[in-house]
Structures are given as structure tokens and as C-alpha cells.
């Protein structure tokens, strides 16, 4: 079983930064992708950013681009979500998730929570206006 451990979240002003974490610890995995999700007060899972794990491509949603960076360190298994000018809208709770093995001519670009393997349990990110 792999276990995905978000950290980082937390209570932050309109217009302030907050950087979360997940790592990735368990069996052995061959991460394909990591992403990033969120879901606020009634509202639907919604895609935050994506990164492939081989060749660090990057997706992001359309309500975060040019505000949110997802980045990655291989060595550790982690992936980080560096959140700036943060608005209250972007109150939710994110999670982690992980992708495993794909085919080498997998086309998918990982916005859809379908597409991942493992999910973290969620921190609370909470933006004040």
C-alpha cells in the first residue's frame, strides 16, 4: 500500500502564500504522476495542478494558473503546491494524490481524479478576506 501525507495547510489572509506537501511513502511504486485536487464547501473535487514524474510536465487548472506551482523532488517522493495570492474562493480542502504505471503512449494530462491511483487524506486550506 502506498500512503500519501499532506502538510502545509492552514488559515492565510486574501493575497498571502501557503506551500503544502505531500510525500509518498509504502511499497514500491512507480510513480507515474502526482496531483493536486481540492474541494470546498459544497462544491464538486475540483483539478489543481499535475506533474509527470519522468519528465516534470506540468497541468494546472484554469482557476489557478499563474498563481499556483506545483513542483516535485524525486529523491523524496514528495510533491509540493506553492499557493500565492491566495483568494477566499480557494478555501477548500486539497488532497494528494499519486498515479502509478502507464503505458508509454498514455495521452491522459492527469485533471481528472479517475486517473490516480492513491489519495491522501486531505488538508484544510482556509483564506480570510
Known amino acids: 500500500q502506498v500512503q500519501l501525507v499532506e502538510s502545509g495547510g492552514g488559515l492565510v489572509q486574501a493575497g498571502g502564500s501557503l506551500r503544502l506537501s505531500c510525500a509518498a511513502s509504502?511499497?514500491?511504486?512507480?510513480?507515474?504522476?502526482m496531483g493536486w485536487f481540492r474541494q470546498g464547501p459544497g462544491k464538486e473535487r475540483e483539478f489543481v495542478a499535475a506533474?509527470?514524474?519522468?519528465?516534470?510536465?506540468?497541468y494546472y487548472g484554469d482557476s489557478v494558473k499563474g498563481r499556483f506551482t506545483i513542483s516535485k523532488d524525486n529523491a523524496k517522493n514528495t510533491v509540493y503546491l506553492q499557493m500565492n495570492s491566495l483568494r477566499p474562493e480557494d478555501t477548500a480542502v486539497y488532497y494528494c494524490a499519486a498515479a502509478g504505471y502507464r503505458p508509454p503512449n498514455y495521452s491522459g494530462t492527469f485533471d481528472l481524479a479517475g486517473e490516480y491511483d492513491y489519495w491522501g487524506q486531505g488538508t484544510q486550506v482556509t483564506v480570510a478576506s
Open positions: 509504502g511499497q514500491s511504486f512507480s510513480t507515474f504522476a
Open positions: 506533474v509527470d514524474w519522468v519528465l516534470g510536465t506540468t
